[in-house]
């Protein structure tokens, strides 16, 4: 259930002592098993939080979420579920978890974590990919982000929507609400649909944003058989970003065969996927000296020519591989007036305060003590061991 600010009131010393982790923006996720808490960092990984929990913190903390979303939590409802504009709860009762109570905690943040100096700086991707990246944007290119859970697909994602023209209608579809399109690109025409289990489900949302207009649909993720609903939005022209999972461009065209779950209707949407999709994006993750780094592997365009079924990788190993691209690919750029998609992109110097060294994947030793997706400027001074409870009445 999503709450409003105006019921949201936790203050600082409700978190306890995971209140240094809620604050820290490097931290995206917190996870308590009812032993250890786990907490995954942007930079550091995941690791085990050198905190404990007490059993009257976590019973406090649980009993003013339910509350807050006016739930029951018990062994007869054994799941709590409360989501803020910055973060997501989900608490699994002891009743019916055999290791204690699960708390999961995963940030949303209201910020684009990525920009072209960090994106460079931390060996994200090159200016030659940046300037590509971008340009399918301004070409209007249905565009697929893959990569597996916690990659950083949908900061991409985020950071795509900036060149999405002010005057393009976009509609976001959520289950949980991540991409935060409105906030992070004010001003822009955008309307924010979340999906709500069987009362307004993804195909609901994606049928209904047909009937609103929009140059742009961004869906949180492609999970399911709504991919087929999405394939049809862009035979009619609307345009797409989305998210799926996936550890391979090349992949995309059967991992969307195998969501539709209808052999009959499976080889049709592969030839769809070709024909619509224009291009897909991999981005990877791998921990290298204790640090996490990530960064654009992969980069194809589908195309659908003279019957013939076409993916051209263009960038693999974080490298241009080919600079191939389909004519029907090429076509699309040229209508948006954009004859070379390979050309550099000129900074704007003040919005890219400098331009930092190129740094390839292949440098990423030298790169460790460089990384600076995010500014590490939190300090802490939240002791770790002591936690002192408000009253039982203090208002939620």
């Not at 204690?100 to 994106?119: A, D, E």
């Not at 969501?259 to 291009?279: G, H, R, T």
């Not at 589908?302 to 591989?321: P, T």
């Amino acid at each position: 259930m999503k709450i409003t600010r105006e019921r949201w009131k936790f203050k600082d010393e409700n978190y306890g002592p995971l209140l240094e982790f809620v604050k820290d923006e490097n931290v995206t996720d917190i996870n308590y098993n009812g032993t250890d808490v786990w907490i995954d960092d942007l930079s550091k990984g995941r690791y085990k939080a050198d905190v404990t929990l007490s059993k009257e913190f976590i019973e406090q903390f649980s009993v003013r979420v339910a509350d807050a979303v006016s739930a029951n939590f018990n062994q007869y409802d054994p799941l709590l579920e409360a989501e803020t504009d910055t973060l997501r709860i989900s608490i699994i009762h002891e009743s019916v978890a055999n290791t204690g109570r699960s708390i999961s905690i995963r940030k949303t943040p209201i910020v684009m974590r990525l920009n072209r100096k960090k994106m460079l700086n931390s060996g994200y991707a090159s200016h030659e990919i940046i300037s590509l990246i971008q340009h399918c944007v301004e070409g209007k290119m249905n565009t697929l982000m893959c990569g597996l859970p916690g990659a950083g697909k949908t900061e991409l994602l985020k950071w795509m929507t900036s060149f999405i023209p002010n005057t393009d209608r976009v509609i976001t579809i959520e289950d949980s609400l991540e991409i935060h399109y409105a906030a992070i690109n004010k001003g822009k025409d955008c309307v924010e649909l979340k999906v709500d289990g069987d009362r307004f489900t993804y195909v609901d949302a994606i049928k209904a944003c047909l009937r609103q207009n929009p140059q742009w649909i961004l869906l949180s993720e492609a999970r399911s058989t709504e991919v087929k609903h999405l394939m049809e939005s862009m035979s009619t022209g609307t345009h797409c970003l989305t998210t799926i999972h996936t550890d391979d461009v090349r992949k995309v065209p059967d991992r969307i065969k195998n969501m539709i779950q209808d052999s009959l209707l499976a080889d049709k949407i592969e030839n769809d996927v070709y024909s619509f999709l224009d291009c897909a994006i991999l981005v990877r993750k791998k921990e290298v000296g204790g640090k996490i780094i990530r960064f654009v592997e992969q980069l194809c365009f589908f195309s659908r020519e003279n019957g013939k079924n076409i993916c051209e990788l263009i960038i693999d190993d974080g490298k241009i591989v080919s600079t191939n691209i389909p004519s029907q690919v090429l076509k699309k750029f040229r209508q948006q007036d954009i004859p070379d998609p390979f050309a550099l992109v000129e900074y704007n110097e003040e919005e890219e305060e400098e331009i930092v060294e190129e740094i390839i994947p292949e440098e990423v030793e030298e790169i460790i003590n460089k990384i600076s997706l995010l500014d590490e400027d939190f300090e802490s001074d939240h002791e770790k061991n002591i936690f002192s409870f408000t009253s039982a009445t203090h208002p939620v």
